[in-house]
């Protein structure tokens, strides 16, 4: 793994919370934003039949929103590659389709992934990151998901927080999300 990715794998793989952010928006009286932890983690030692120099590293993350009492849990498998020093590109992985949805948890000591069985996702666009001199990277996509349907995401991955803006539009009327980002802050490395 070169040492851009060496970086990003640092500054991306752990567990986050907006519990910083929930306060101060209770405190001002306006709560904009949904209470948010992602815990993410290198699982290239679980995947099966990956090849000897993958060209860069798979990470599960498990993303959780709750609001108004109710949570929601999305798991993610993403592949992140480095072509060019400071420059990252993360590849969204279809979830196999066999393995149930509550076991795809990073706590999981069975999950397995066979390489031979991953593909990328067909309607996600890949989202290139940007490093920039004080060791932030940065990028921004927007993948049509359907002929009315579209996400975009843009995120700033820093050492200790991770900003993420990410809205689903459907006809231009917004879905999911608020303009302004999530600021999940670093609980554990």
Not at 1 to 21: I, V
Not at 66 to 89: C, E, I, Q, W, Y
Request: net charge negative; charged share 25%.
């Amino acid at each position: 793994m070169n040492d851009t990715l060496k970086r990003f794998e640092s500054c991306l793989t752990g567990d986050f919370d907006n519990s910083a952010q929930i306060a101060a928006q209770q405190a001002a009286g306006k709560v904009t934003h949904p209470a948010a932890r992602h815990v993410s983690r290198n699982v290239n030692g679980r995947v099966d039949h990956l090849p000897a120099d993958p060209g860069g590293f798979f990470v599960l993350e498990e993303s959780y929103y709750t609001r108004d009492g109710r949570t929601n849990a999305m798991p993610h498998l993403f592949f992140f590659s480095s072509d060019a020093p400071g420059r990252v590109k993360l590849d969204s992985y279809d979830l196999p389709k066999d393995l149930p949805r509550a076991e795809l948890v990073n706590g999981n000591p069975a999950l397995r992934f066979d390489y031979r069985g991953l593909s990328r996702s067909e309607t996600f666009t890949p989202l290139v990151y940007q490093e920039d001199e004080r060791g932030v990277f940065y990028g921004r996509c927007v993948s049509r998901l359907s002929a009315d349907t579209t996400l975009t995401l843009e995120e700033w991955i820093g050492p200790e927080v991770l900003l993420v803006t990410e809205i689903l539009e459907k006809a231009g009327r917004v879905l999911v999300g608020v303009p302004s980002p999530i600021e999940y802050r670093r609980i554990t490395k």
